[in-house]
């Protein structure tokens, strides 16, 4: 071959290439997935929150314990990942390692630094389009709060004060075992979670004045938002008032920032936890979908209709029609787990494949998804609370930064590799997960799309669309462990082809006309 015909076939297949990627868009990446498609990230409340143990994430200064300036060391990582959210489990002064029991609303736990080291973090995850939402306890205070300390010492000398009203005391012996004696005196208090957390009465008007100035402090700061923990206790038993709470709170912290987020912990079945939209609120955690006994888990683990892919497909459809019927700008907050639930991995017998595609259907659900810390990796952790809270596993070789364990845990045993081994290994769980959320970040409608079922044959696989902003995807699930072959009309679903795909390993699907070959546990988005 003559130089210069050399030259004018590199020229030739350099322009094919060239036009390839025009006509679809798309990018390969170095794994060899040939949909990268430009980012799309819109900055709205449907986003990927990433949760984080402050306690065990990353710590800076060797005492053992993590702490902000580790978390904001860790924020490339977070935001490679994809995430544009973080959550933040409580960081105020607290008496335990877990700190839901709050000692005072206004700082910082001393353990995680202080508040010009937050107000850094804030700054730093500005620069990198991330919201950050904090835990606010607002059903219980600790013991060791002044609010609590000045009603019980009233309480013991007879005297009257203004925190009296802030909690919920009974003249008398306690009742069950939720009441306990306040301090000499002959009261006793609710207490629903332990003693040390005596539960507030939400209903004083002095109470809801003093948590708006918390909010605003916070807001002020620059948080996005809130999580609102056990919402569900803040009246026990009694879902209405419950409702009137996080109206009440939600309008006062939109009135303060147009645009925060607030997001519920109310931890019950799905006709329960739904009709909380009621209270206008952006977001409630879906305990449907997730845990252990939730529809992804049980999809994936048992057999049978009840279980197929089919009636996966109809509860993700019927979950956002009851939403949205309670509030028409309801955002679904999916999780798969959290520091209350047991590690994924062991929902799956530590089945890497499972344990993938649990969160390829959990990131590409519609709302804002969120994932906790070391779940990318497919930690262990299962039992008693503080397993559930191991130190994040960044590397075997290198131990920077790593914690110490949360007091009492027992020794948790990783079956998958550290962060920093994951991370070079494409078919790792972590890069799984990094490609989920990439194509949640490509593709606006995974998030915010309005769902419609798309009828498939086979029961072991499903199909919804979703239409977001005059744009359409359809999702495509091979819940089964085999290769399957669907088939879409182009007539009745308009699409072009293959947008992206999460795949289990390495194998690809492929669209032949208006056939779909899709490997086993593959999720196929088309466009
Ligand atoms: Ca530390
Ligand atoms: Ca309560």
Known sequence: MGKRLKISVIFVVLALLLSACAQNGSKTASDGYKYNHELNVIDDNYRTYYEVFVYSFCDSNGDGIGDLNGLISKLDYISDMGFNGIWLMPIMPSTTYHKYDVIDYYSIDKQYGTLDDFKRLIEECNKRGIKVIIDLVLNHTSTQNEWFKSAVSALEKGQDSKYIGWYNFQKGKPASDTWHKAGNSEWCYEAKFWEGMPDLNLGNEELRAEIEKIAKFWLDLGV????????????????????????????????????????????????????????????????????????????????????????????????????????????????????????????????????????????????????????????????????????MFWSNSNKEGMTNPPPNMETQENHFAPVDEQLKDNTSILNYVKRAIRLRNENPELARGILTIIPLEDEETCAVLKSYDNSSIIVVYNLSETEKQVTIKKSDFAYDGIRGYLSVNSQEPNLDGETLTMPAYAIVILK
């Open 224 to 391: 996005g938002g809130f999580r609102l923990d056990a919402a569900k206790e803040y009246y026990s038993g009694n879902s209405e008032k419950n409702i009137e709470v996080l109206k009440w709170f939600t309008d006062y912290c939109k009135s303060v920032k147009k645009d925060c987020y607030l997001v519920a912990e109310v931890w019950d079945g799905f006709s329960a936890f739904s009709k909380y939209y009621q209270s206008g609120i952006d977001s409630l955690f879906n305990f449907s979908f997730g845990q252990a006994t939730g529809k992804i888990t049980t999809t994936l683990n048992m057999a049978g209709s009840a279980n197929s892919a089919k009636s996966y497909a109809d509860a993700l459809c019927f979950a956002q029609k009851t939403f949205l019927s309670y509030n028409p700008n309801a955002i679904d907050a999916p999780f798969f787990t959290n520091h209350d639930t047991g590690r994924a991995a062991g929902y799956f017998s530590y089945n890497a494949d499972k344990i993938k595609l649990a969160w390829g259907m959990n990131l590409t659900m519609s709302g804002s998804a969120f994932v906790y810390y070391g779940e990318e990796i497919g930690m262990t952790g299962s039992g008693r609370d503080e397993n559930k809270r191991a130190p």
